[in-house]
């Protein structure tokens, strides 16, 4: 493969979403428990598992449908309950030495992009967290309109970074969202196992990425392997 340049999803390879999972449980614990649903801990474990199993486009709305038992207007009420106790949280959580590697590859002359489905705000966390400038490219679903696992995020990517997709590597955590779509379009793929969705695996051979890892090390020597 001639890969040249490195794409990112936000969630799981550069935010450890520890906290936004946690508290996203514990917003849907308490808005089921304002419908009279004692949820605790193991229930919502087990529809988390349910909801990655099923390869669920938002794992949160087939967490609650589960747990409301599928009844739509106790379902509305739990999800209105949620957005509303969710807000705009900003718990971003920078993964331990990924700056270190992003600050690496920036400097070998590497081309950084994002593809992730994030608020517009995320650019600023990133800044903050002192890794905004590695990247050439902000692809944030808010700012672009585009959501994962459309094909058109990925090739909006490449195309800002002056490269066809089958020179680019696709980082991400899930295998829906980041791996197929990306594989699709000719990119390589490294799977970040991490998180909600840490245990999804592929459903068939054409779902495999090029590379699974679990934390940055592993990652490193995967772009290394790819990259030449």
């Not at 980041?178 to 695996?201: C, E, N, W, Y």
Request: charged letters at 25%; one cysteine or more; proline letters at 5%.
């Amino acid at each position: 493969m001639d890969v040249r340049a490195v794409l990112f999803d936000v969630g799981g390879p550069l935010d450890l979403e520890f906290a936004w999972e946690s508290a996203f449980d514990s917003a849907i614990a308490m808005a089921c428990g304002l419908e009279g649903m004692r949820v605790d801990e193991a229930m919502i474990e087990e529809a988390s598992e349910t909801a990655v199993a099923a390869f669920a486009a938002d794992a949160y709305t087939h967490m609650i449908d589960t747990l409301c038992g599928g009844d739509p207007r106790t379902i509305g009420r739990v999800e209105d309950r949620v957005r509303a106790m969710m807000g705009n949280l900003d718990v971003f959580q920078l993964r331990p030495e990924i700056d270190g590697l992003l600050r690496r590859l920036h400097g070998r002359g590497v081309p950084l992009g994002i593809v992730a489905n994030q608020p517009a705000a995320a650019r600023e966390r990133l800044q903050r967290a002192g890794i905004g400038e590695f990247f050439a490219y902000h692809g944030l679903s808010a700012l672009t309109g585009l959501r994962k696992p459309d094909p058109r995020a990925f090739t909006a990517a490449a195309e800002a970074l002056g490269l066809a997709p089958s020179a680019c590597v696709m980082v991400g955590d899930r295998i829906d969202n980041d791996i197929v779509p990306a594989k699709v379009l000719g990119m390589a793929t490294i799977l970040f196992r991490s998180g909600r969705h840490r245990r999804q695996r592929p459903r068939s051979p054409v779902e495999e990425p090029d590379a699974v890892v679990t934390d940055v090390r592993e990652l490193e020597e995967a772009i290394v392997v790819l990259l030449g």
